[in-house]
């Protein structure tokens, strides 16, 4: 196994494991009925993948030591397809994107559950990445993974993985974040570049290709959160701009909280390559997918100490504010364009789809 | 009907009898058909639409062009910043 | 990007606009015939910042929006079929038909996939031997070459499980069908700039001759546009009225004859009903005899088909410019782009959509939108 995980084929002749794998290069429905051949994929495949993170004792649910302070619980499904792509695999995003969830309202994220589905036919070579990439990004964030399950479908194209991560944290005294919070003349401020993850997919499934790579910005951000909440500043709403991109988060945000938003389209952190392939695309940076990257709401006041903070962690480097909570047309969110005109920044639809007009 | 965008071309090669060009888009690259442009050569700018290259952009003609805007400033003094009152007669800010 | 980003130069734009203020001296009410033209203006605000008096009308050239609707159908009957791969340009895939669409196909279970170009429609023709593939041929002249050459190419090598469904539809006969209108207020025209990269700019003097109106070859960014827009009003106020190409670096007037030379082998000329408009004579291409073992038309016989226009929706008056978006009752209320009523709103380039994302504050604010 290499130590950087993610992205080798597993040697199923260097493992030391008590039940040594059968080896079947694919997936089959056996290994989801419970019997041997689960115990074995389990024993064999994804505990030494999920390496450090993973308890090793494994009962019919996880008991987990008291924690003082209130709960958050949060789970989520991937299904991403390519499963593969650049900067990342479906098995950072099954991590992070939990762990941002809990992030997202101020938990300090402690325990994962990982539930795979998986169809029949899928190369094992694949279930390993996955696993690994698991594995990785929980030691990355600090989470342990406690407990899991896999079940295995019949499928007809003969490869998929689908992943549900549940993720428990804890939030700390006095911590009130929440959608229905931003209220006007409070900031609108972005963690990084927006746009990265969904251009990195996409171009995958368009065939595009970059002089410099767009690799996924899949990270966690629990903290990134803990030095903003640590400046003492009244940080209203946090939120991960996944998919529907910005543009889904802040309308999601003005809704909760009846307030309108303004944005200054200038200000808007896209970098080059995005705009590009957004351009070939015909799509809209502000409805495209980031995982790795939150908007913040905060009080005018405290916008200098914020974007300090953030930027002297890893994952805020390109922090910035980006409008400002308004009064006027609540529930909308509005863009000043460039040349002086104004846009409507309005939820997507559904799925981003290439166009030609 | 119009999305067609400027790129550089790369490189030029056959693909199944077609002429298929590598281009960049200042940063993207994607691979397009050059068959209605055959004599393209590579450092030239092409027009794409839909994965062809529909006419070459002429750089010559580009640089001119925003030449002439260029030029339109010096008028600006006799005839006042329309912009600013057009901006200003419609409450849009500027 | 390069040759994009500097045609969008805000100091350039506001000397621009400052020459449009200086030239206009009265009315005058123009059309735009491209929906990328239309929402080039809508979203950078460009009509808020024009004279007094100048108006932009809001032409037909958004080819999702003016397929016919028994093509939809058309479509749609085709693509539920289980031995089909139907393929399409994403702006196809909510444009409502009678009674669904092509998602709602999609998320019944028939194959149905959105392409960037009809290329990855044969390569998937390649891939799925035992499928039938039928490519959604829509598009202005500007997309026609990339589809014939897409036929062509099934034929030289040999691929016999393709097909294409054809809804071209032409530029020159909609600017003549909308000066013949008795309620036309066109004063002039700026033309569709990538549509004249491929045909040139030959079909238009006579056409400004017959209708004496300045005709302006125009481009999509910002910069382009207000300067076909200034080219058009320094005609007008002159009481000129001829060709002009504003958009000469991607226009030669000769325009791609490798292109043009494909599209008369590939297509020949038909007439065609546009959708909310009406019948326009020779309007339209269609796939050549030599082609029709590929017509999906004549591939797949889909009789009995009943069209149902929603009652509702008067996209076609907004198509001919008589109406602005915001006029029609429906606006805002029954027909939204998650629940729209006809092509124009669901249509990134329809100008009911355009003004749905760009103008909805405006017209909130004047109450006439929720």
Known sequence: MSPDGGSNDLDFEGWTCPAPLRNTPTVVMGHGGGGAMSGELVESLFLPAYGGAARADLADAAVLPPVSGRLAFSTDSYVVKPMFFPGGSIGDLAVNGTVNDLAMVGAQPLYLSTAYILAEGTPMSDIGRVAMAVGKAAEQAGVQLVTGDTKVVDHGSGDGIYVNTAGVGVIPDGVEIGPERARPGDAVLVSGAIGVHGVAVMSCREGLEFTTPVESDSAPLHGLVADMLATGADVRVLRDPTRGGVSASLNEIARASGVGMDLV????????????????????????????????????????????????????????????????????????????????????????????? | MCLAVPGRVLEVFEESGTTMADVDFGGVRKKVCLAYLPETGVGEYVIVHVGFAIQRLDEESAKETLATFERLGILEEEFGDGFAAAAREKGVEL | MKYLDEFSD??????????????????????????????????????????????????????VCVTPLETIDRALAIARRPEVIFCSFGDMLRVPGSHDDLFTVKSEGGDVRVVYSPLDALQIARDNPDKQVVFFGIGFETTAPANAMTVHQARQQGIPNFSLLVSHVLV????????????????????????????GTSEYPPLAEKYAVPIVVTGFEPLDILEGIRRTLVQLEAGRHELENAYPRAVPAEGNPAAMAMLRDVFEVTDRTWRGIGMIPGSGWRLSDRYADYDAELRFEVTDIQTDESPLCRSGEVLQGLIKPHECPAFGKECTPRNPLGATMVSSEGACAAYYTYRRLDLVSAGSAS
């Open chain 3, 10 to 63: 805000p100091d350039l734009a506001r000397r621009l606009l400052d020459q449009i203020h200086a030239v206009t001296t009265r009315p005058w009410a123009m059309m735009e015939v491209c929906g990328g033209q239309t929402h080039s203006i809508i979203r950078h605000g460009i009509d808020q910042l024009l004279p007094e008096g100048v108006e932009m009308i809001h032409g037909p050239g958004c080819p």
């Open chain 1, 265 to 357: 389209e200038r200000d808007l952190p896209v970098p080059e390559e995005v705009r590009d392939a957004c351009g070939l695309l015909g799509l809209d940076p502000l409805q495209v997918a980031n995982e790795g990257k939150l908007v913040a709401i905060v009080p005018a006041a405290d916008v200098d100490a914020v974007l300090e903070a953030m930027r002297a962690h890893r994952f805020g480097s390109g922090a910035c504010r980006i409008g400002t909570v308004v009064e006027d047309h609540p529930r909308m969110v509005v863009a000043r364009t460039g040349l002086g005109g104004t846009r409507v920044i309005d939820l997507p639809l559904g799925e981003q789809l290439p166009r030609i007009c």
């Open chain 3, 172 to 199: 020159p006969p909609a600017i003549a069908a909308i000066m013949e209108s008795p309620t036309c207020r066109v004063q002039a025209f700026l033309a569709a700039g990538h549509v004249c990269s491929v045909m």
